[in-house]
């Protein structure tokens, strides 16, 4: 049974970091892809990054670009998403997600909902202004 658990969210003034982590179990990390997305108050779930082992690919959506760094750490089997220049537009839920099939960060439709299979629990990010 594939499991993802986020960790690491919480409270920040803006301009402060988070680092979050995802912990993946149940399925091969040597050809994986996670992606991380949030969502925010009566806001639709957004795709926030992606990184695949597959093609050595990661992504970003336009809005994190410059400031979230995602990475992985294979022998762990963990993905972790560094926020840094935080702003209060950065707080929701955040989620990791994995596809249940061979996907390329790279490709069209990182960064949709419908591209994932598993989902973590989500964690919240608050950031103060």
């Known amino acids: 049974e594939v499991q993802l658990v986020e960790s690491g969210g919480g409270f920040v003034q803006a301009g402060g970091s988070l680092r979050l982590s995802c912990a993946a179990s149940?399925?091969?990390?040597?050809?994986?892809?996670i992606g991380w997305f949030r969502q925010a108050p009566g806001k639709e779930r957004e795709g926030v990054s992606c990184?695949?082992?597959?093609?050595?690919?990661?992504n970003y959506g336009d809005s994190v670009k410059g400031r979230f760094t995602i990475s992985s750490d294979n022998a762990k089997k963990m993905v972790y998403l560094q926020m840094n220049n935080l702003t209060p537009e950065d707080t929701g839920v955040y989620y990791c997600?994995?596809?249940?099939?061979?996907?390329?960060?790279?490709?069209?439709?990182?960064?949709?909902?419908?591209?994932?299979?598993?989902w973590g629990q989500g964690l919240q990010v608050t950031v103060s202004s």
């Open positions: 990184i695949s082992s597959n093609d050595d690919s990661t």
């Open positions: 149940g399925f091969t990390f040597d050809g994986y892809a």
């Open positions: 997600a994995a596809p249940s099939f061979r996907f390329y960060c790279s490709g069209y439709g990182w960064n949709r909902r419908v591209s994932y299979d598993y």
